[in-house]
T-cell receptor, first 111, second 115 residues
């Protein structure tokens, strides 16, 4: 089983739609969780950290389920500018906080 | 604010050639790392450093060397380039050497082609 697994998509949604991405991780000792965003041919950038209690940042909501080793990202009221690849990221257990990246889920928001 | 600066942006090498990818950060970050990104493979950690004078191997270190003589610089050396090293390389840094919560700051990437 891969350390971090994501549905590669693509998810093609109309503007204004709500879309959810899921991610599973294999190592129960992973300590921190993030969503990064990567635009085409650009570097990844932090979108948000994911906390055990769940957290929200504007139109974006992240959830963590440690028992199921599952992370989610919900985007409400999708904008054209949300089109990107979303990377699920966890810290590798027992290392110095090295990050393990999922392969990403591609989102395309259409007018 | 320069952040993390990578040079060159593009490079074409012939098999067997060597070269160094440069990475510099001006944020006084302790931790620096190199990733490669290949289609369908995601980002994979090559080498990392938690401070000047300290380096360690990541997931895919073979064929690459690093050194960290200063806090600011973390060059990646390809010893004898192979076509399998064709990839996009990202350098990234973060504030603390050991941290589970600090975000990574990435450079713009170097696109390397080995023929």
């Amino acid at each position: 089983r891969k350390e971090v697994e994501q549905d590669p998509g693509p998810f093609n949604v109309p503007e204004g739609a709500t879309v959810a991405f899921n991610c599973t991780y294999s190592n129960s000792a992973s300590q921190s969780f993030f969503w990064y965003r990567q635009d085409c041919r650009k570097e990844p950038k932090l979108l948000m950290s994911v906390y055990s209690s769940g957290n929200e940042d504007g139109r974006f909501t992240a959830q963590l389920n440690r028992a199921s080793q599952y992370i989610s990202l919900l985007i409400r009221d999708s904008k054209l500018s949300d089109s990107a690849t979303y990377l699920c990221v966890v810290t590798r257990a027992y290392e110095q906080g090295n990050l393990i990246f999922g392969k990403g889920t591609k989102l395309s928001v259409k007018p | 604010n320069a952040g993390v600066t990578q040079t060159p942006k593009f490079q074409v090498l012939k098999t067997g050639q060597s070269m160094t990818l440069q990475c510099a950060q001006d944020m006084n970050h302790e931790y620096m790392s190199w990733y490669r990104q290949d289609p369908g493979m995601g980002l994979r950690l090559i080498h990392y450093s938690v401070g000047a004078g300290i380096t360690d191997q990541g997931e895919v270190p073979n064929g690459y060397n690093v050194s960290r003589s200063t806090t600011e610089d973390f060059p990646l050396r390809l010893l004898s380039a192979a076509p399998s090293q064709t990839s996009v390389y990202f350098c990234a840094s973060r504030q603390e050497g050991y941290s589970y919560n600090s975000p990574l700051h990435f450079g713009n990437g170097t696109r390397l082609t080995v023929t």
